[in-house]
């Protein structure tokens, strides 16, 4: 896993699960000299999962020295959307599933995004996956759009109504303005929105680069991506949103700059049906046929 801190610090880290023991590692470096600053390992029940989420943010924030009140300190810094750990894993199996794109991944993302809803029906998050994975499906042609975007936004009625991260229902449903409206202009006010609340977030940010780049404001997109990669340059998912936004913008040279990136990242990224397209608008015709045979085996 990592993650950027505004842009001084990167926390790093990893999970290792062995039957119902898991041990997680992380690690807070700084940004500008590659020194770690903070360190921690938890060795636990895999049901104390949430727990060990908490104290790693209680943590960070103990160390960057974040004054809390006495009130907000004995609260957790990670809220629990569910209490249901067979819930919660499925969740993080869905959503790592419908962001490879594939037809195949996303609707196997979708039926666990439906088992941890059998399991914990109050589940908002679950129901921020399902919008996501019918947005992805219609962008990309594997069904309908007018039935995804009835269908993600049934999700993120349900979303609503379970009182999900008022956040996360933002940027599902600026994904789904962005992929699946008749007028992509309709998403100019909740674009701004999101960009201006969460100006560090790079999941955020990397959304309205999408917006951005289908209005071919380069000036804006460019402001929002340099955002998202400060915020998380470790994540192909991040990477992969930009290139798609590049892509729109018609600026294919970046598109495939940060194409590559993603892939450096991570070779299962989506990232792969970018290379072709781009390599074909920048005249590089030999490569781009490579590219395309590689993305149909992927």
């Known amino acids: 896993?990592?993650?950027?801190?505004?842009?001084?610090?990167?926390?790093?880290?990893?999970?290792?699960?062995?039957?119902?023991?898991?041990?997680?590692?992380?690690?807070?470096m700084r940004v500008a000299d590659g020194t770690q600053q903070w360190s921690g390992r938890w060795d636990r029940?895999?049901?104390d999962i949430f727990a060990i989420q908490d104290e790693i943010a209680q943590g960070i924030v103990a160390e960057l020295e974040v004054q809390l009140g006495a009130r907000e300190a004995a609260a957790p810094l990670v809220p629990r959307a569910t209490a249901d750990l067979a819930a919660y894993d499925l969740h993080l199996r869905g959503r790592d599933r419908i962001r490879l794109r594939k037809p195949s991944s996303i609707r196997e993302g979708l039926v666990a995004f439906q088992d941890a809803l059998a399991l914990d029906p109050s589940y908002g998050d679950a129901w921020l996956g399902i919008a996501?994975?019918?947005?992805?499906?219609?962008?990309?042609?594997?069904?309908?759009?007018?039935?995804c975007r009835r269908l993600a936004t049934d999700a993120l009625a349900h979303?609503?109504?379970l009182q999900?991260?008022?956040r996360e229902i933002d940027r599902i449903r600026l994904m789904v303005m962005v992929y699946l409206a008749a007028d992509w202009r309709d998403?100019?006010?909740l674009a701004e929105h999101v960009v201006r609340r969460e100006p560090h977030d790079p999941v955020a940010n990397a959304i309205a680069s999408i917006y951005f780049g289908l209005m071919?404001?380069?000036?804006?997109?460019?402001?929002?991506?340099?955002?998202a990669m400060a915020a998380d340059p470790l994540s192909p998912w991040v990477h992969s949103l930009l290139s798609y936004a590049w892509a729109y913008a018609h600026d294919f040279q970046q598109a495939l700059d940060v194409a590559l990136r993603s892939l450096a990242l991570s070779g299962m990224s989506v990232s792969i049906f970018m290379l072709p397209v781009a390599l074909s608008d920048?005249?590089?015709?030999?490569?781009?046929?490579?590219?395309?045979?590689?993305?149909g085996e992927w």
């Open 1 to 28: 896993m990592g993650a950027m801190l505004g842009v001084r610090h990167v926390l790093q880290g990893g999970v290792r699960r062995a039957g119902s023991r898991v041990r997680v590692t992380a690690q807070l």
């Open 45 to 47: 029940e895999l049901d």
């Open 132 to 147: 996501e994975g019918h947005a992805a499906l219609g962008v990309f042609g594997y069904a309908s759009r007018i039935t």
């Open 159 to 161: 979303a609503e109504r």
């Open 164 to 166: 999900a991260s008022r």
């Open 187 to 189: 998403a100019a006010p």
């Open 216 to 227: 071919e404001d380069r000036m804006a997109l460019r402001v929002v991506a340099e955002r």
């Open 282 to 295: 920048l005249g590089r015709h030999d490569e781009a046929r490579e590219a395309a045979q590689q993305a």
